[in-house]
């Protein structure tokens, strides 16, 4: 993640400051910063997760993805949005749910935006 912001901000700042015309008006930076995340794995426990977004998100991103399993997935992001809701949660699951599992999932928007 940290290499693609990187790779994105350097983008668009060349194009921030290029005069070729060849560059799409669509690239036109609009902001002075780069959102930034990481991806928090599952833990232990609720406690041992919070812990973890507290010592790697807290001081200098502004975005996380949590991964998430069956069991281990509302609870934890209405916890994380509990505490932290300025924070940009998405969820990574890895395929771990189903197509029958889709009502379910439905719910994380719930607890992720």
């Known amino acids: 993640m940290a290499k693609a912001t990187l790779e994105n901000a350097i983008l668009w700042t060349l194009r921030r ?17 780069v ?3 990481v991806s928090l794995g599952i833990q232990s426990s609720i406690p041992e997760l919070m ?8 001081p200098v991103i502004s975005a996380s993805s949590s991964k998430c399993k069956p069991g281990w997935d509302v609870e934890v992001f209405e916890q994380v949005r509990s505490r932290y809701p300025e924070i940009m949660l998405s969820c990574d699951a890895n395929s771990a749910y189903r197509l029958r599992d889709s009502d379910h999932i439905t719910t ?4 992720t935006c």
């Not at 400051?17 to 910063?33: C, D, I």
């Not at 994380?108 to 607890?111: K, N, R, V, Y």
């Open 51 to 58: 812990s973890m977004v507290e010592r790697e998100w807290r």
């Open 35 to 37: 959102a930034c995340g």
């Open 108 to 111: 994380f928007d719930e607890s």
């Open 17 to 33: 400051n290029a005069k070729a015309s060849h560059w799409p008006s669509s690239w036109a930076a609009s902001r002075e910063t």
